[in-house]
T-cell receptor, first 110, second 114 residues
């Protein structure tokens, strides 16, 4: 079973920041949080990952709470091309089974 | 680099037929895996491999076989196709083990079993 919980869908206005939450309350100390997205029927695309510090790259920012039980993916200026399903997953350095949940379907509204 | 290449992109089978979905990567990745995605659903892990000669089962392995004779290739075999195996299949690879960075996905193979 997936170790994360995400809302099934969210809306965001174009140009605004999209904040996608993820709950991983059972995360253990050696587990990383990864985010992927899947645009239409393409293969998923890696976005960002982190352990406990906040991370930022050219695509997004990842904010992990201090207790690591939840995280938020931030797309700072959402565009219509960001419409996709976003998956939050946790991966340990011992487990090679990468289990995806159902993700959050993000709709960017013009 | 071609990345992760899946063939065929589309396939129609009759119930009971067998076939192999091919997956090849040219990035010298140790980790490879297969997922299936049913309409409106998330990805479910079928099998994975952490290196040549090593494979293991994922969430939904029944009805599928895999082998990893080389680092580059990770074929998925359907032994006796069933309509329940109608799905989109994605192959993925990663450098090192699963948690060492991003997974690279292929474009998918769309399989219909009649």
């Amino acid at each position: 079973d997936a170790k994360t919980t995400q809302p099934p869908s969210m809306d965001c206005a174009e140009g605004r920041a999209a904040n996608l939450p993820c709950n991983h309350s059972t995360i253990s100390g050696n587990e990383y949080v990864y985010w992927y997205r899947q645009i239409h029927s393409q293969g998923p695309q890696y976005i960002i990952h982190g352990l406990k510090n906040n991370e930022t790259n050219e695509m997004a920012s990842l904010i992990i709470t201090e207790d690591r039980k939840s995280s938020t993916l931030i797309l700072p200026h959402a565009t219509l091309r960001d419409t996709a399903v976003y998956y939050c997953i946790v991966i340990s350095n011992r487990d090679d089974k990468i289990i995806f949940g159902k993700g959050t379907r993000l709709h960017i509204l013009p | 680099n071609a990345g992760v290449t899946q063939t065929p992109k589309f396939q129609v089978l009759k119930t009971g037929q067998s076939m192999t979905l091919q997956c090849a990567q040219d990035m010298n990745h140790e980790y490879m895996s297969w997922y299936r995605q049913d309409p409106g659903m998330g990805l479910r892990l079928i099998h994975y491999s952490v290196g040549a000669g090593i494979t293991d089962q994922g969430e939904v392995p029944n009805g599928y076989n895999v082998s990893r004779s080389t680092t580059e290739d990770f074929p998925l075999r359907l032994l006796s196709a069933a309509p329940s195996q109608t799905s989109v299949y994605f192959c993925a690879s990663s450098y090192g083990h699963a948690n060492t960075g991003e997974l690279f996905f292929g474009e998918g193979s769309r399989l219909t079993v009649l």
